[in-house]
């Protein structure tokens, strides 16, 4: 087989080190659904080798004298070994693998088999070659600016013979194939070539090779040139000659050497390169590719240099020119065809899935400062509930964004999404750039942002948790670690929420809301520690686990310059010596139509606060213990209203005022004593204030 050449026909590097990088057309790294052909850039008499296994190729593998198909699937690591001409090696290697897929049953088929088993597609300058509509194509060596199906051609003028990689994909099934096309020349030019007894070198210079003929140019006289002379081209010449032993009525010669003409070098309508002479000069003036090595190459009227929508060429091609099939010179052309689309921008993404439940930070870039950027954002489409899983598909998302383009600064532009008030927030965001010609397809990302919702459950996959409906949290600690970043939010519980031992941190508003009839259950020692925000609690069970190990008070909520509010909710709480329910310092209780019991040995609360307000109203809270007291109140400001209280054991108060403002309306306080007492069911010290208002007692 003969050594290939990237461009079989063409220089393109006038200088080329000993040294240069191997240069492989074919194959590249990925995974492809064909067998691959083995396609390098080489020069003439270099010396290559190549291995599939990753063996020394040099050693082990196979000498390159051309494109071949390489015909091993699965994993493959190709080596190639370049033998310097200073006997050392240069090498590369290629990582790929072939799952071959013949694409049987599929509207493509046909398609698919022309290149399928030889790796290569032949294809002449002007013919049709159609990929169908199902397939996206590229000429890149990746899929990131794949194009819709279409047909394609080359200018039927196009004389540069090429291996052009192309990749081809079913998006829909993730197939890739990955074959080489080779263009081939279509028109045929003609070989004529005229026998002269000079010949014109650059242009002006002329040479005269026969000894045995006299010459004269023009009007001069006649003589016998030894050596070359020049002549003004930019004018028409005469050159005669005739037998050097002249007789009457020997025969003379003559040739017509016309003016120099301009090739004429413009954009054809395919928005490849057409070279010509203007055909209304009469001078019979030809093309021909440059031959390094004195091909008779074919003479046209006019050569293109083209390649297909979605490819780019550059380089530089040496044309010789003739008039009247003598050659008269050369004229180096040089090309820079770009067919290729537009750069699609990429967005960039903080979120790692559709549904996030943290503010989105997007970054959309375009790979050149020389395009224009256009970004469009929709408006916030705010849903009011998610009640399962979301997707792209779905129908209120699939709305147009065609009017909403605008051209942006620079090649990087950046955007915060965020979720607007307690719903789930969707967007919609689309980019594409522009060299002012043509423009890239449309980049498109979409994007539920919801930080307010989070979701518990404790029966989820742990491996999976990211707080979604789709995948709720089963840790405490990771969820609380989420909804920490923000400033307000809803836990939305499913089954039971245990708390596990020591202190848990809520650093947000937070509503927990009850989806099922959930339990929160505090295990022994386990707090949760609300700083400086609110925690809301509805329609919910608590209770806790005791354990000898906590002998100290461990409230089960503590409240450092926060809000707590329970509503609907009933309270069972038991300690093995000591404890109380709710731990409050500078913050603010609001409970409303709960049942709480409290039990303990030796002293049992329900509520402690400092420097507090406290609301309580029509609820039921009772406390079981030696010493029982249901509030303690230092320096705060309590309200009750219509309540039932009771305190059981050996002693204790409804409520201790210290220093505090205390209203009480309405309410039933009840005690049942162990022994008989004569504590009062308010303690309130000489600052305390307090107002009673039509309240019931009993067994004091």
């Not at 020069?43 to 000498?63: C, I, M, R, V």
């Not at 590229?138 to 394609?152: H, P, V």
């Not at 870039?365 to 916030?380: I, M, N, R």
């Not at 400001?637 to 002693?651: A, P």
Request: contains cysteine; negative net charge.
């Amino acid at each position: 087989m003969k050594k290939v050449l990237a461009f079989v026909f063409v220089t393109f590097l006038l200088l080329q080190s000993i040294t240069a990088e191997i240069k492989v057309i074919s194959p590249v790294e990925g995974q492809w659904a064909n067998k691959q052909m083995l396609i390098l850039d080489i020069q003439k008499n270099e010396e290559y080798y190549y291995s599939l296994n990753g063996s020394d190729p040099a050693t082990f593998g196979f000498a390159y004298d051309g494109p071949v198909i390489l015909d091993v699937s699965g994993p493959v690591t190709l080596r190639i070994s370049h033998i310097l001409p200073d006997k050392t090696l240069e090498e590369k290697e290629i990582n790929f693998t072939v799952k071959p897929q013949d694409a049987y049953g599929t509207s493509y088929y046909d398609f698919v088999q022309s290149f399928y088993s030889q790796g290569i597609l032949y294809y002449s300058s002007g013919k049709l070659l159609t990929i169908p509509e199902d397939l996206y194509y590229t000429f890149s060596d990746s899929t990131e600016n794949l194009i819709a199906g279409k047909t394609l051609s080359i200018d039927e003028n196009n004389i540069i013979s090429r291996y052009i990689p192309i990749i081809v994909s079913d998006i829909n099934k993730n197939l890739n194939y990955r074959f080489i096309i080779k263009t081939q020349v279509s028109n045929a030019g003609v070989f004529s070539r005229k026998d002269l007894p000079f010949t014109i070198q650059d242009w002006d210079t002329i040479n005269f090779t026969d000894k045995n003929l006299l010459f004269k140019v023009d009007d001069e006289y006649w003589n016998m040139p030894k050596e070359s002379r020049k002549l003004d081209r930019s004018i028409s010449h005469m050159i005669y000659w005739q037998d050097l032993n002249f007789e009457p009525g020997n025969p003379v010669e003559y040739f017509v050497l016309p003016p120099k003409a301009e090739l004429l070098v413009e954009e054809s309508a395919s928005g490849g390169l057409l070279c010509y002479f203007d055909p209304s000069n009469d001078n019979d003036y030809s093309i021909s590719l440059h031959s390094t090595n004195n091909d008779n190459q074919e003479l046209f009227k006019k050569i293109a240099i083209d390649t297909f929508d979605g490819d780019k060429i550059k380089g530089l091609v040496t044309l010789d020119i003739y008039s009247n099939s003598l050659y008269q010179g050369s004229q180096t052309i040089e090309y820079n065809i770009n067919k290729a689309p537009v750069s699609t921008p990429k967005i960039i993404s903080s979120a790692r899935d559709f549904y996030s439940l943290e503010k989105v930070n997007l970054d959309i870039t375009v790979d050149s400062e020389d395009l224009d950027l256009y970004v469009a954002v929709s408006k916030p489409l705010t849903l009011s509930e998610v009640k399962g899983k979301l997707t792209k598909d779905d129908s209120r998302f699939k709305f147009s964004l065609d009017n909403n383009f605008q051209k942006v600064s620079g090649p990087d532009y950046k955007l915060t999404l965020e979720g607007i008030g307690d719903g789930a927030t969707f967007y919609k965001i689309q980019a594409y750039a522009s060299d002012g010609s043509k423009n890239s397809r449309v980049s498109e990302y979409n994007v539920i942002v919801d930080e307010y919702n989070f979701y518990y459950d404790l029966s989820a996959n742990p491996d999976l948790q990211n707080g979604t409906i789709e995948n709720p949290f089963s840790s405490l600690d990771k969820c609380l670690e989420a909804v920490n970043k923000n400033r307000s939010v809803c836990i939305h519980i499913n089954g039971d929420l245990f708390i596990p031992a020591g202190k848990h941190f809520i650093t947000a508003n937070c509503q927990f809301k009850n989806t099922s009839d959930s339990q929160i259950i505090f295990e022994a020692g386990a707090s949760l520690v609300v700083q400086s925000a609110s925690l809301i609690i509805s329609d919910s069970k608590i209770k806790n686990s005791s354990d000898s190990a906590y002998q100290n008070i461990v409230p089960l909520f503590k409240l450092e310059n926060s809000v707590l509010t329970l509503e609907d909710t009933i309270i069972s709480a038991s300690f093995e010596k000591n404890g109380t329910v709710i731990d409050a310092f500078n913050s603010v209780l609001n409970i409303n139509n709960c049942m709480a019991s409290i039990t303990a040995p030796g002293y049992a609360s329900f509520l402690a606060a400092n420097k507090s307000k406290i609301n309580i109203e029509n609820s039921t809270i009772n406390t079981f213990a030696d010493t029982s007291v249901i509030i303690s109140d230092n320096n705060s400001q309590t309200n009750l209203y219509k309540n039932s209280m009771k305190i059981v054991g050996r002693t204790g108060r409804i409520i201790e005022c210290f220093g505090s403002k205390t209203s009480l309306i309405d309410n039933t306080f009840k005690a049942q004593f162990t022994e008989k007492s004569n504590v009062s069911p308010v303690y309130k010290n000489k600052s305390a204030v307090v107002k009673e208002t039509n309240n019931e007692y009993t067994g004091f």
